[in-house]
């Protein structure tokens, strides 16, 4: 502003609400900045004028000496979503600020080259205003039988890095190999989607269940969180509510990072199924996260009259049976499980709604069952790392998705590093960790040889207590392990992949995997995503 005074400018604030625009008027006294309603007929002796009204963004009118800032150009993290809202495709499209010499390219007309790289060529004069010769940036790609292409900067659009597996070999330019390689992909894309859309065209024939507007205890129940939700929470539960108040069965993609806060925006959508008298099944990839979610929810509904039990492996027999029983008569409203919930002796009275956590841990027949359970549910399917088939499905339209990105308030970045297995290294991360009253986990996938693991861990940091968690522990062993963390009785908790899925546990801020080369990314990624999470 004062720069823009001293050039002689007039400097234009346009708020949207007249209290925004009170506030500026503060801010700028603060600053020693005279700043007026844009009526007040002493505006001439202001350094700012302050109006009210709608502005994308500012510009400057620099013949008419006017300098105008948009509300959202001063306060950035109060954007409205519906400036946030980037389209979702953008945040997918590939980057090409990665680009190296050498790496290979995809022209959407002439198929794949290689970059050779940034080239400047003088152009003759082509605009039809006669404008004369000049320089321009080319991308220049190699072909074929050193064939070159020179594409311009601002053609950009036509092309892609390269992403698939192996080496190809390159196309010919003008040659007819490109043209043949998309006849065929679309061939087979036609052949996927038709099979899809049979599925996606029988449900939209099955009419499913219109559920009512939100009653006074879900208000109540969604009052008694104890957070403040952030935007894009706030966006998928109202894009979920929408959905299931509809008489087509909802099919939405709720993406997230780890930690974001998609298990509240279920829970909220539980709520209002149970509340309209259907039940809601809670489909979880492991025996832990099931527990995890059956906690939660006891947690969040333990004011309301709602019944939930849980189907596992901690179950026995006997208690499986009449659990299994209760839902099929209806005394069960919420029932939380692994893939014993899609057995055949599985029966509901009334499902209305079906959460699928983590949809790419569940296999192929596992797949078909859901589908079947499909046809007339609505279903949320919960992932923080979505497989291709499902962000594809997605994006194309056949299924609705939802993207939280914003973390939490005061959540930090997870920092992550890559190092050799160095004994020093781990000693001091679980002092550092320990020192401030935290929790680590230690991350060892092979079980003949965790308790030597534990055996070293013991040795570097004495006076740490280590507890043991792996898949081929009794339950009853392995939920006291859990539960010990939990109150804080442990500080390391060395164990298999069992802690990828699920484990919240709020004051673990600290993993260390060993051996992370024999990991998948997405395994990594949920796995460090158990800590930071509050």
């Known amino acids: 502003v004062r720069h823009a005074r001293e050039r002689g400018d007039t400097v234009l604030f346009v708020a949207d609400s007249a209290g925004r625009a009170e506030r500026t008027i503060e801010i700028l006294r603060d600053y020693d900045l005279v700043a007026v309603p844009v009526e007040d007929a002493d ?17 400057r009118l620099a013949d008419a000496a006017l300098q105008i800032y948009a509300e959202t150009d001063v306060f950035e993290e109060e954007r409205r979503p519906s400036e946030k809202q980037r389209s979702l495709a953008q945040t997918f499209l590939s980057d090409l ?26 152009t003759s004069a082509q605009t039809s205003g006669g404008a004369g010769a000049g320089l321009q940036e080319f991308l220049e790609l190699r072909y074929h039988g050193d064939d070159k292409l020179f594409v311009p900067v601002e053609r950009l659009d036509l092309i892609q890095k390269y992403t698939g597996g192996s080496r190809p070999a390159l196309d010919r330019l003008g040659g007819t190999t490109w043209e ?46 104890p957070y403040e939700l952030t935007l894009d929470q706030a966006r998928a539960i109202g894009d979920i509510k929408r959905d299931m108040e509809t008489a087509t069965p909802m099919d939405r993609l709720l993406c997230g990072d780890v930690g974001y806060g998609k298990t509240e925006v279920a829970m909220r959508a539980a709520f209002k199924a149970v509340m309209d008298g259907k039940q809601v099944a ?70 209305g709604l079906l959460v699928v956590d983590e949809e790419q841990r569940f296999g192929v027949a596992h ?13 949320v399917t919960m992932t923080a790392t979505p497989i291709p088939r499902t962000l594809n499905m997605s994006l194309v339209g056949i299924r609705d998705m939802s993207v939280i990105e914003t973390p939490p308030k005061d959540r930090l970045s997870i920092q992550t ?36 693991i534990g055996n070293l861990l013991q040795r570097l940091v004495p006076e740490a207590k280590i507890v043991v968690g792996h898949g081929q522990m009794g339950e009853e062993e392995l939920e006291r392990a859990m539960l010990g963390l939990v109150e804080r009785r442990f500080d390391v908790l060395l164990a298999t992949t069992i802690l990828e899925n699920g484990l919240d546990i709020p004051n673990a801020n600290t993993i260390i995997i060993n051996r992370a080369d024999r990991y998948g990314l997405a395994q990594l990624y949920q796995l460090r995503g158990r800590v930071g999470r509050s």
């Open 43 to 59: 505006s001439h002796a202001a350094a700012v004028l302050v109006t009210v009204g709608t502005l994308s963004r500012g510009f």
């Open 97 to 122: 600020r990665d680009l190296k010499v050498g790496d290979l390219v995809v022209h959407v007309d002439h198929g794949i080259g290689e970059f050779v790289g940034l080239k400047q060529l003088t």
């Open 180 to 225: 043949k390689a998309k006849t065929r992909v679309k061939k087979a894309m036609r052949d996927m989607a038709e099979e899809l859309l049979k599925l996606y065209a029988q449900r939209k024939a099955v009419p499913g269940h219109a559920f009512p507007a939100d009653t006074h205890w879900q208000e109540e129940f969604e009052g008694a969180f």
């Open 282 to 351: 809670f489909l979880a990839p492991t025996t832990v996260l099931a527990f995890q979610h059956l906690k939660t929810l006891r947690d969040r509904f333990a004011g309301f009259p709602v019944t939930i039990e849980m189907v596992s492996r901690f179950r026995t027999k006997q208690e499986t049976k009449t659990i299994l029983d209760d839902l099929a008569v209806g005394k069960v409203d919420v029932i939380v499980g692994t893939h014993r919930l899609l057995s055949k002796d599985v029966r509901f009275k009334d499902l």
């Open 367 to 379: 797949k078909e069952r859901i589908k079947q359970m499909r046809k007339r549910v609505d279903v």
């Open 417 to 452: 590093n890559v190092v050799k297995f160095d004994a020093p290294d781990i000693e001091r991360a679980i002092r550092n960790e320990l020192g401030r009253g935290g929790q680590v986990y230690f991350v060892h996938n092979r079980v003949e040889s965790i308790f030597s």
